[in-house]
């Protein structure tokens, strides 16, 4: 390098051919490392994945929170939503935990879920609250450490599904994904990108299985309505 007019460096290029060799090689090697984290989620979680119709039985569906618009769920957890509906319909899961934010006073995604599942069919005593979901792995950690589910069926877009498959096997929640369709909007890209980024999040979290944001005690909720009968809407 060398300094020029204004205080800014020039980056040298390699000269020589051992240079360029060896500048090829931090290339590899650091695209490697940056691939790494989204090649271990589609190998951990790519086989895993599922339709409604032939996704396996589990006592458990989870679904993640993906945003309310005005107080309703957006139409991405409207689908999720609906997938958790129709599960339950079929008896592949006997409840439905839902997780999301509720981190402010005017933002509940728990409470939004848990009316549209009851407005769908899903009997109230079926249906599971967590209300400090605030990002996956929190969800999936909370899911097995608060809620006590070693198995279930979770529920997502695509391009989210083997995230969550990932983070919650390494929470120590044996898991199938379905992978709601989504359309293929501003939205959908949105979220393709962010995964590519937040794969590295979520290999540090699996790596390191930190405590949720709000850990807080046992909850029995998910005991008590796999107990329960399919008791009428809103028992």
């Not at 800014?8 to 290339?27: F, I, K, M, N, S």
Request: charge should be positive.
């Amino acid at each position: 390098m060398r300094r020029i007019r204004g205080g800014v460096r020039r980056v040298r290029l390699p000269r020589t051919r051992r240079e360029w060799r060896r500048a090829y090689q931090v290339t590899v090697v650091a695209t490697v490392l940056a691939l790494a984290p989204a090649t271990w989620m589609n190998a951990t979680g790519g086989p895993r994945v599922r339709t409604v119709a032939d996704a396996p039985a589990a006592p458990v569906a989870i679904v993640f929170g993906a945003g309310l618009w005005n107080g309703e769920p957006s139409p991405y957890l409207a689908h999720r939503l609906d997938a958790a509906a129709e599960l339950y319909d079929r008896g592949t899961v006997r409840a439905v935990l839902v997780t999301g934010d509720n981190s402010r006073r005017d933002y509940d995604e728990p409470d939004a879920m848990r009316a549209y599942l009851l407005r769908h069919g899903v009997p109230a005593r079926k249906i599971v609250s967590d209300y400090a979901g605030f990002d996956t792995w929190d969800s999936c950690s909370r899911a097995h450490r608060i809620f006590g589910v070693d198995r279930a069926v979770l529920v997502s877009q695509g391009f989210h599904i083997r995230r969550a498959l990932s983070l919650c096997a390494a929470a120590g929640i044996d898991s199938y994904g379905v992978g709601v369709a989504a359309k293929r909007d501003v939205t959908w890209a949105y979220g393709g990108v962010r995964e590519l980024f937040a794969a590295g999040k979520a290999a540090a979290d699996a790596l390191l299985r930190p405590d949720p944001h709000f850990l807080g005690p046992r909850e029995t909720g998910v005991a008590e309505a796999l107990r329960a009968g399919a008791g009428p809407e809103g028992s």
